[in-house]
């Protein structure tokens, strides 16, 4: 695997190729991670990720490989790209989706356990009533991935 890091406005954000797919991301860099990406799916997917955080791309294209995850798990993290740009779901909405009301709080661990947070939107997933409830990255980055989702849609629903 090799790193990236980009900056962004949730912070310095790394990125893992395995020279053809994402497969991973992290909040914060990773040490080593290169200034520039190494191969053409890290410029692809650095590429994606500034025009994502610039407002201008509301679906990614890069290709990915997402690494392990239970069965569940990866029935979550299949989910979660289901859910439309600048719009959200509930935990168990989700876990209702999947055929399993009373799984919301594994919804929870899984969206914890996703190795692909932005590219996989796991931000996109919020509580009861739309509360906004634990994000491996932090409720403030939450907070700017939904707020700038919002406001991009609202701008092209609107012109």
Not at 6 to 17: H, K, R
Request: glycine share 14%; charged share 25%; aromatic share 8%.
């Amino acid at each position: 695997m090799r790193w990236t890091v980009l900056d962004s406005p949730i912070g310095e954000f790394s990125v893992a190729t395995d020279g053809a797919n994402v497969c991973r991301t992290r909040f914060g860099r990773v040490e080593g991670a290169a200034e520039e990406p190494g191969d053409e799916t890290a410029r692809q997917a650095v590429t994606e990720l500034r025009a994502y955080f610039a407002g201008e791309l509301t679906e990614f294209a890069v290709p990915l490989a997402v690494p392990g995850g239970s069965a569940f798990e990866r029935g979550v993290w299949r989910e979660m790209t289901q859910i439309p740009y600048g719009e959200t779901l509930t935990y168990g909405e989700v876990a209702r989706r999947l055929g399993d009301p009373g799984a919301a709080r594994a919804v929870g661990v899984a969206c914890n356990r996703n190795p692909i947070p932005v590219i996989v939107p796991c931000h996109r997933i919020v509580g009861a009533g739309a509360k906004l409830v634990g994000f491996g990255g932090g409720l403030e980055r939450k907070v700017t991935l939904l707020e700038l989702e919002a406001g991009v849609a609202l701008r092209r629903a609107w012109s």
